[in-house]
């Protein structure tokens, strides 16, 4: 048994009084431990029971490590030496071994009060990488034991403090983290993050037009609009993570973030449908309730079927990133944050950030929307705590409602939309009737497509220019044709109409001479086999010229310096050719075709209709230019109305309810597209999609 120094005193007891001896041993203990600011502010003392908790303080004590400085203020008694050791220890609410531990000199073990400065810095080790205590492993609990010989009176006493975000602010991150161009410049477009309540569209630039005829029965629209932007533009979004001092100030910094985690998530935006039409709107909301009952998080974004990302794992939206070191100057071309997906909340991810270098204090995602315009996301980003026993909010579950959080920031609305271009707009002279691109343009808004205009305005034709382009269209086309055009006619000055063609009577003997043969010979030579289409007589001279028109004048603009521009060349005229109206002819008001070098990234939209066109029924001009778009862009003709259905007409690929599509050639209505057509124009899969639009929910 170990010797136990004691101290006696004796009081003495006065007459009449009881008589007591008091012997008081030696001892040693904690009075009081606690953390201080300059500014008074101190952290709360505990004690085992039965010793009483000194008064003051408060177990919310935060500060910022390493950018100021606080006192470990401790106040010890102690006598005869008993204590021996003393060692101070910090533990996490949440761990039995100490992440760090400091021994007391004997100094610090004299009785009485003591302060010790401290900044939060520790010895470098794996719980604090930087060198500070962190984030990360906030709250913490501060221990002092003291051991020895002796009596120990209360020989421990522990404090609580927090390493505190104090806030989150959302900025849209360094271009430069990013691989692809494209994305680049999508990025550079949008400038900065949508603030809340604010709508941002992500542009993704597809000149992308049909090459053949046959495309608009097939699925390559929504192949070539894939190919183009795969699974979506990537959007490098940052986060930088602010913490608060002792005064309650909003302070930077970033060693003192350690490695904690920061979840984002992504809420859906309903669409709002009530612009169209009641019999488009049913439409429509058949197809954005797809899968809607099982795909998570809900909401009307297109589902993963269709080529959208709802339904698909975190990894679609927010992709897994390894990222690098914190270094002074990031790499060129490499997203430079971690970011891993969450196990169960399959849509969302956590990431990591920087406590030095280039982006010190902040963190951050590629965020990939979908491809598929109209839809619409808003993005969240928090502290991700674990699930913990003591009640702390989980964050890594399945449930897909947004979640609490006291550290939060969210964008405005990123909305999805398509965007094409009009290279040029061209009338061939001031005669031509203008129109009105405001209101083509709005036909495709409503698709989340932009028209963009990127011609500069409006031109127009130089003759001496005109005159050349059609003369070197006319070489190329089969003798015919070229039989068909005189040579010397200044096709400039002509009229407002695009060609001027022979008289039937000046054909055939153009054709006499070329041929040297006589009246005789020339059904012959007219016939089939030695022309692709026979001309048997005048009227059929006056349908061809179309035919021929149109292939001359889209040849003749299908060169420099046109072809080196991406978009859609918008040609406008009086007419298409001088012979339309006579016996046999065919009145054009536009056609839109591809050009003959088959570049997918040009097109050529033709609008022809003079005024008179449009008289007496509801087309006009602009939906002529409309439609013709459509075509350029995949649509084919809608079989409406049912007793004149245009050719190529193709009714599983039209709303079977939307009679009025522009697609069709019901003149009696103002028309626009239909349902199918607007889902289409936006990249959904049209082959997953049913023309009965009840049927496009499921299940």
């Known amino acids: 048994?170990?010797?136990?120094?004691?101290?006696?005193?004796?009081?003495?007891?006065?007459?009449?009084?009881?008589?007591?001896?008091?012997?008081?041993?030696?001892?040693?203990?904690?009075?009081?431990?606690?953390?201080?600011?300059?500014?008074?502010?101190?952290?709360?003392?505990?004690r085992p029971a039965p010793f009483p908790m000194p008064a003051g303080g408060e177990d919310g004590f935060h500060f910022a490590p390493e950018l100021e400085s606080v006192d470990i203020r401790y106040q010890l008694t102690h006598s005869a030496g008993l204590a021996r050791t003393g060692r101070l220890e910090l533990f996490t609410r949440h761990q039995k071994k100490p992440l760090w531990t400091r021994e007391l000199s004997s100094e610090e073990l004299n009785a009485g009060e003591h302060r010790l400065p401290w900044d939060g810095r520790v010895p470098v080790c794996e719980a604090f990488p930087d060198g500070v205590v962190t984030v990360e492993h906030s709250p913490y609990k501060l221990k002092l034991t003291l051991q020895g010989s002796g009596w120990a009176e209360c020989p421990v006493a522990w404090t609580y403090f927090h390493v505190l975000v104090d806030g989150l602010e959302l900025e849209l991150?360094?271009?430069?983290?990013?691989?692809?161009?494209?994305?680049?410049?999508?990025?550079a477009a949008m400038e900065r993050l949508p603030a809340p309540g604010q709508r941002a569209e992500v542009r993704l630039v597809g000149n992308v037009f049909k090459t053949d005829a046959k495309q608009m029965e097939d699925d390559a629209d929504f192949q070539n609009h894939r190919r183009e932007w795969g699974n979506g533009p990537d959007i490098p979004i940052f986060a930088r993570a602010w913490l608060k001092d002792s005064q309650g100030r909003r302070v930077d910094a970033p060693r003192a973030l350690g490695r904690v985690r920061f979840l984002w998530d992504w809420e859906d935006e309903a669409e709002d449908l009530s612009r169209h039409s009641p019999r488009t709107r049913a439409f429509l909301e058949g197809a954005l309730n797809r899968q809607c009952a099982v795909s998570r998080p809900k909401g009307d974004n297109a589902h993963k079927d269709v080529g959208g990302k709802r339904g698909l794992p975190s990894s679609a939206v927010f992709?897994?990133?390894?990222?690098?070191?914190?270094?002074?100057?990031?790499?060129?071309?490499?997203?430079?944050?971690?970011?891993?997906?969450?196990?169960?909340?399959?849509?969302?991810?956590?990431?990591?950030?920087?406590?030095?270098?280039?982006?010190?204090?902040?963190?951050?995602?590629?965020?990939q929307p979908s491809r598929i315009a109209g839809d619409a996301?808003?993005?969240?980003?928090?502290?991700?705590?674990?699930?913990?026993?003591?009640?702390?909010?989980?964050?890594?579950?399945?449930?897909?409602?947004?979640?609490?959080?006291?550290?939060?920031?969210?964008?405005?609305?990123?909305?999805?939309?398509?965007?094409?271009?009009?290279?040029?707009i061209v009338r061939k002279n001031p005669s031509v009737e203008g129109f009105s691109l405001a209101t083509v343009q709005q036909q495709f808004e409503r698709a989340f497509l932009r028209l963009e205009d990127c011609s500069g305005g409006v031109t127009e034709l130089d003759a001496a220019d005109y005159n050349r382009r059609i003369a070197a269209a006319v070489k190329k086309r089969p003798w015919e044709a070229r039989a068909a055009i005189d040579p010397t006619v200044d096709q400039y000055a002509a009229g407002g109409h695009a060609l001027t063609f022979r008289t039937y009577g000046a054909f055939l003997?153009?054709?006499?001479?070329?041929k040297r043969c006589g009246d005789a010979e020339l059904p012959l030579w007219l016939s089939k086999g030695h022309v692709k289409d026979a001309v048997t007589d005048e009227d059929t001279y006056h349908r061809l010229c179309k035919g021929w028109a149109k292939e001359i004048l889209v040849t003749a603009f299908d060169e420099a310096p046109?072809?080196?521009?991406?978009?859609?060349?918008?040609?406008?005229?009086?007419?298409?050719?001088?012979?339309?109206?006579?016996?046999?002819?065919?009145?054009?008001?536009?056609?839109?075709?591809?050009?003959?070098?088959?570049?997918?990234?040009?097109?050529?939209?033709?609008?022809?209709?003079?005024?008179?066109?449009?008289?007496?029924n509801s087309n006009t001009l602009e939906q002529t230019i409309a439609h013709e778009i459509g075509h350029q862009l995949f649509l084919p003709h809608a079989p409406f109305p049912i007793h004149r259905q245009p050719g190529g007409a193709n009714a599983t690929q039209h709303d079977q309810d939307g009679s009025d599509c522009l697609m069709g050639y019901d003149f009696t209505v103002a028309r626009r597209l239909c349902g199918l057509c607007l889902l289409r124009l936006r990249g959904w899969n049209k082959r997953q999609l049913s023309s009965d639009g009840s049927r496009n929910a499921q299940p």
């Open 319 to 367: 992709p897994k990133q390894g990222g690098y070191a914190p270094q002074a100057r990031p790499r060129e071309g490499v997203f430079p944050f971690r970011v891993v997906p969450c196990r169960k909340r399959g849509w969302a991810a956590y990431s990591e950030a920087w406590t030095s270098g280039a982006f010190a204090g902040r963190t951050g995602v590629l965020f």
């Open 1 to 46: 048994m170990s010797r136990i120094a004691l101290k006696a005193t004796v009081a003495f007891t006065p007459p009449g009084g009881r008589n007591r001896n008091r012997l008081r041993p030696a001892h040693f203990g904690v009075t009081d431990f606690r953390l201080a600011t300059s500014g008074g502010g101190t952290s709360r003392c505990h």
């Open 173 to 187: 991150g360094d271009p430069r983290v990013l691989a692809k161009a494209r994305d680049r410049e999508v990025t």
């Open 509 to 514: 003997a153009e054709v006499k001479r070329l």
């Open 562 to 616: 046109d072809r080196s521009t991406p978009g859609i060349l918008l040609l406008q005229f009086a007419g298409l050719y001088n012979l339309e109206r006579a016996p046999g002819g065919i009145p054009v008001n536009g056609f839109s075709t591809e050009f003959p070098s088959k570049d997918r990234t040009r097109c050529a939209v033709v609008q022809c209709g003079a005024a008179a066109n449009y008289a007496g």
């Open 377 to 424: 996301w808003r993005v969240t980003v928090q502290l991700a705590y674990e699930r913990r026993k003591d009640g702390g909010v989980a964050l890594d579950v399945e449930d897909d409602a947004p979640l609490p959080a006291a550290v939060r920031a969210s964008t405005g609305i990123f909305e999805t939309w398509r965007e094409v271009h009009i290279s040029r």
